[in-house]
């Protein structure tokens, strides 16, 4: 009953108690609806926020400097002398580390998967409305990117070309980009032969004028989703290039350096060398549960 | 089906040869010239000379991947820089001790996931559905390398019951799973190892099988009055190729990611190994073992593709 009632909103009466679900929204309001009244992706939405207001304003936030060591206060539980965190293996303050730390993380996640949305994705449009040729060379050279494991692929590249922020960004965007290359190229097969496309044909557009206008628009919505799941694992390769030493060189902060000099010292001090890697996993399961939310949202089958 | 595995075989053999193309042009990507590390610093322009001719490295590009690749099919991969030893020696070493790991995580980690995707996926949206798919998301989510860490702090640093990191006293070439003095050395990493597929597996497979009890077939049964066991049973079947997939990914990320977990518990297996040969810049090793685990993963994807071939007559004509 409920269900005809929504379809046809105008078949109401118009009572004052009209329960407000059955209003009839656009696409976005109702997205936007059903992300406000779902608690966990909010919840973990401000937790995201969080950390990167965290690591915006790290020079405001942290209580020391990051690169200030001590010889007498090194490996110190928390709360000694103010260290609210305790300090790291040279004595530098750890709290101040990890929101300084969350800057190169954070940057070293996220920047490659913005570049692979824009590279992937154009490709991948330009592939699937593009010829068979074009689409089979796309495509195929993709295919071989994509038979190698993820971690592989960007431990190979960015240690052949010996390491640091830059190498390990390119060597990521690498790995993102075929994937999103995939999502892009199949969603745009799925639009392209739809009637729209041929009306706007029909009327004169250009291949260009289609794709900007009537392709992008709806390829943008996977693509997007997509890439918000690859943010968390972003995340988890770039720490993990930096726990190999392929990521910056000390002494700068980033989560996944410091969990791998902090390992050393896992016999004195244990509970401070596991920190920040609490925080690598904390990032990234609070970024998975907002893309989880956001794709249910929007109600995209990938 | 003769004429699918031709066709799935020929399909794979550019992508092999792709990925050789890429393991090839490693070598360039590193800075400056590939003899760098070979040849002293004031080598005159003469030696110089002379060892390009050696090494071939005179000729040109096409003609020395050629070369290269007919090495390689031979089973040639050159001298590993650090240690003088063949390539090929090294990589198969730390291959095997990669593969008992993985012999482990393998069934730990698609059973347990397994179980927890179809228990999840047979009640969905109801708290068991909730709490699985809550542990599931803490398993894509968790860095390896830091639970390794706090395994390790909590199993050996703390309770000291487990061994932190290596093989064991009697090193790799002693190595047994039957002893348990060796076989513990194996429980922290295959524990480490298993929990993102476990993770990625339950959340695919609980969605394979809620989008089946979905399908309109499941109604049919319902209506013929099948036990909801007899029910359960059709859309697992159904639901199987889609978990083969993912499972057969996973294998292949198991044998090419152990590179974080190995290094976490310096096992020396073939991640363990390309860490090393990234500090040494031994780009011989680093080369070899990228193409071998590579290797395995494109070999993994074909029998993958197969059996589910083999299980889904849907794809077989397709």
Redesign the interface.
């Known amino acids: 009953m409920a269900d005809t009632l929504t379809l046809n909103p105008r078949a109401l009466p118009a009572e004052e108690d009209a329960p407000p679900a059955l209003k009839v929204r656009g696409y976005w309001a109702s997205v936007g609806f059903r992300l406000r009244h779902d608690p966990v992706t909010v919840f973990f939405g401000c937790v995201v926020l969080a950390i990167v207001l965290a690591a915006v304003f790290a020079p405001l936030l942290a209580p020391f400097d990051p690169y200030k060591e001590s010889v007498i206060g090194r490996l110190k539980p928390f709360g000694w002398k103010n260290h609210l965190l305790g300090t790291d293996e040279l004595g530098r303050d750890l709290l101040s580390r990890i929101l300084y730390g969350g800057r190169v993380s954070l940057m070293m996640g996220v920047v490659p998967v913005l570049i692979a949305m824009v590279v992937g994705g154009t490709l991948g449009i330009v592939g699937g409305f593009g010829g068979r040729k074009l689409n089979t060379a796309i495509m195929r050279t993709m295919d071989v990117f994509y038979a190698f494991p993820s971690v592989l692929l960007a431990v190979a590249i960015s240690g052949a070309m010996g390491g640091g922020t830059i190498n390990g960004m390119i060597a990521l965007s690498m790995v993102f980009t075929p994937a999103m290359c995939r999502v892009a190229e199949t969603a745009t097969a799925q639009v392209k032969n739809l009637d729209f496309v041929e009306a706007a044909r029909a009327t004169g557009a250009g291949t260009f004028t289609i794709m900007r206008h009537h392709i992008l628009g709806n390829v943008l919505g996977p693509v997007f989703i997509y890439a918000s799941s690859l943010v968390s694992v972003g995340i988890l390769l770039a720490s993990g290039l930096s726990f190999l030493g392929l990521g910056v060189k000390p002494p700068v902060a980033d989560w996944g350096l410091m969990l791998s000099t902090l390992r050393q010292s896992i016999y004195v001090n244990p509970l401070i060398c596991a920190l920040p890697g609490a925080a690598i996993f904390i990032t990234s399961i609070s970024f998975n549960l907002v893309s989880d939310g956001i794709r249910s949202a929007m109600d995209v089958r990938m | 089906m003769i004429n699918l595995i031709f066709r799935r075989i020929l399909y794979a053999i550019?992508?092999?040869f792709?990925?050789s193309?890429?393991?090839f042009s490693?070598?360039y990507?590193?800075?400056g010239d590939p003899l760098q590390t070979i040849l002293p610093s004031d080598a005159s322009a003469e030696t110089i000379a002379l060892v390009k001719a050696a090494y071939g490295f005179d000729q040109p590009l096409p003609i020395q991947f050629l070369r290269w690749l007919g090495r390689v099919v031979t089973g040639d991969f050159g001298q590993s820089v650090a240690t003088r030893r063949p390539v090929i020696l090294e990589v198969t070493g730390a291959l095997s001790n990669t593969i008992t790991l993985v012999m482990f995580a393998v069934p730990l980690a698609f059973s347990i996931g397994y179980s927890i995707g179809v228990a999840a996926g047979c009640f969905p949206g109801q708290w068991i559905d909730r709490a699985l798919t809550g542990t599931a998301?803490?398993g894509?989510?968790?860095?390896n390398?830091?639970?390794g860490?706090?395994l390790?702090?909590a199993f050996a640093?703390?309770m000291m019951v487990l061994p932190a990191t290596g093989m064991g006293l009697n090193g790799s070439a002693g190595f047994s799973i039957f002893r348990w003095e060796d076989a513990r050395f194996l429980v922290l990493p295959v524990i480490t190892l298993s929990m993102v597929p476990i993770g990625i597996i339950s959340r695919t497979t609980r969605a394979a099988v809620a989008e089946v009890f979905n399908q309109e077939f499941v109604i049919t049964l319902r209506a013929k009055g099948l036990s909801e066991m007899a029910i359960v049973r059709h859309v697992l079947k159904n639901s199987l190729p889609q978990v083969l997939a993912v499972m057969g990914l996973q294998f292949?990320?198991l044998?090419?990611?152990s590179?974080?977990v190995e290094?976490?518990f310096t096992w020396p297996g073939s991640g363990f190994l390309?860490?090393k040969?990234?500090?040494n810049?031994d780009?011989p090793v680093?080369q070899g073992t990228?193409l071998m685990?590579?290797m395995v993963?494109?070999a993994t994807?074909l029998l993958v593709d197969l059996l589910q071939a083999q299980i889904d007559p849907r794809i077989r004509r397709a």
């Open positions: 550019p992508i092999a792709g990925v193309v890429v393991c490693l070598v990507l590193a800075p998301v803490m894509v989510s968790l860095p390398y830091w639970f860490i706090v390790v702090i640093v703390e292949g990320y044998m090419g990611g590179i974080l290094t976490v390309l860490s040969a990234i500090i810049r780009v680093l990228i685990l590579s993963f494109v994807n």
